[in-house]
């Protein structure tokens, strides 16, 4: 099998083999176990290979922890020298609570690197490369599928470095007739076990997660990854225009243990935003477009923020996520669609607001793909057609 590349050292065009692939193919696999830990930097594999053999392996395990080529350098235990590097994103250049990578790259005497996608971040942006080439090492830059594996892994992590803003990933359940609850308000359950068992690894792999005061005056929630392992918790937000959120929720009682941001407007009342923050509740207040919190303020605070929010689901409910349609703030939508009819004039729909006069005025959704989970279809869609 020949896949084309680019070579960075070379700039020209090469053919990559079919074993360049399948190393590639393991280091992604690495990065895939860091998915959710490693924030706010990316998640990384590196494997070592000479005379087609793997001689050293790792992945990036957490933000402090060594980087991925570092990991698999020591695993090599000093025989990379000549070896050639599989790495799933360019390797930074520069030192934060790490060293370089390029130069435990060149330490190490490895002769040549392939690198599945490039770090738009602007402390890499192609200086890794740069840095490499002019130690005489080579370089290769994958393209294809592998390259959009890599892309994808990160998509969070390259949106934020481009444009400092978090990547919002809209999720919703629904029926086949596009309800997310019937005439009464009950949704327990529309989606089956194994799409809620996702949404929750989902959880454990962003930075945070957001609903609105209706969502929590309906079901108290709590938002929290509650699958067995080593996940993450994501911070917890509550678009509250009035901060009306309840002191008796679980969302109040759990803050100590799981952070909860609360925004509000200038509307909300002095004596209720100070009852929440009492209750250890950060409460932070945003412009108001037609009395609801502005959405656009709040994903620069939550991405001003140390660590910053890099990612952000949003969860719900319709009135919340016609705020972030209308805003133009959602860079993905996760829908599952599960098998059932509920109908009702008054049942509730993913999205609501005023919505699009015209058909044609509609946010259109690029590289749509789904699959089924358990008995539901998941469908997947990007607001952009292009990647990150």
């Known amino acids: ?35 959710g830990k490693t924030s706010p930097n990316p998640a990384v594999g590196a494997v070592i290979v000479r005379d087609d053999k793997v001689i050293g392996e790792g992945y990036h395990e957490k933000a402090g922890a060594d980087h991925a080529e570092v990991a698999a ?91 400092g803003l ?30 809620r068992a996702l949404v929750h690894m989902i959880r454990g792999e962003v930075d945070a997660i957001c609903v609105g005061s209706g ?6 929630p709590m938002l929290t990854c509650r699958l067995p392992g080593d996940y993450r918790q994501p911070l917890r937000v509550v678009f509250d225009s009035r901060a009306g959120l309840p002191l008796e929720s679980r969302l109040v009682k759990t803050a100590a243990e799981f ?9 909300a009342a002095p004596e209720k935003t100070a009852a929440l923050k009492a209750a250890g ?10 009395g609801q919190v502005n959405v656009s303020e709040a994903l620069r605070h939550l991405a001003s923020m140390e660590p910053p929010v890099q990612s952000l689901l949003l969860e719900g409910g319709p009135t919340l996520a016609a705020s972030f349609v209308e805003a133009g703030t959602i860079d993905k939508v996760m829908v599952f669609i599960a098998p ?29 793909v789904h699959e089924y989970v358990g008995d539901d279809i998941l469908v997947t869609a990007y607001t952009s057609e292009e990647e990150w």
């Not at 359940?173 to 019937?182: E, Q, R, V």
């Not at 969502?215 to 108290?220: E, G, L, R």
């Not at 952070?259 to 509307?267: A, I, N, Q, R, S």
Request: charged share 20%; proline share 3%.
């Open 1 to 35: 099998m020949l896949c084309p590349g680019i070579s960075a050292a070379r700039g020209i065009f090469y053919l990559a083999t079919g074993l360049d692939i399948s190393f590639m193919q393991r280091a992604l696999n690495l990065a895939e176990l860091a998915k």
């Open 73 to 163: 350098i020591k695993a090599a235990g000093g025989i990379a020298e000549g070896a050639t590097i599989y790495v799933t994103l360019e390797p930074c250049c520069h030192t934060g609570r790490t060293g370089p990578c390029t130069g435990a790259i060149i330490e190490a005497g490895i002769s040549k690197v392939f690198v599945a996608a490039l770090d738009p971040s602007a402390k890499v942006n192609g200086q890794g490369l740069e840095e490499l080439t002019a130690a005489g090492v080579e370089v290769e830059v994958l393209d294809g599928l592998v390259a959009a594996r890599a892309r994808s892994q990160n998509e969070a992590f390259r949106k934020f470095a481009v444009t």
């Open 166 to 195: 978090p990547f919002v990933i809209f999720k919703s359940a629904m029926s086949l007739d596009g309800k997310i609850a019937t005439s009464t308000g009950d949704s327990k359950w529309i989606s089956g076990e194994e799409s």
């Open 215 to 220: 969502t929590v005056a309906v079901d108290d």
């Open 259 to 267: 952070p909860v941001l609360v925004f509000v407007t200038g509307d």
């Open 281 to 290: 509740i950060e409460v932070v207040e945003t412009g108001s477009l037609d």
């Open 340 to 368: 059932k009819l509920i109908g009702g004039r008054m049942a509730r729909t993913p999205v609501e607001g005023e919505g699009y006069r015209m058909v044609g005025d509609a946010i259109g959704l690029h590289r749509v």
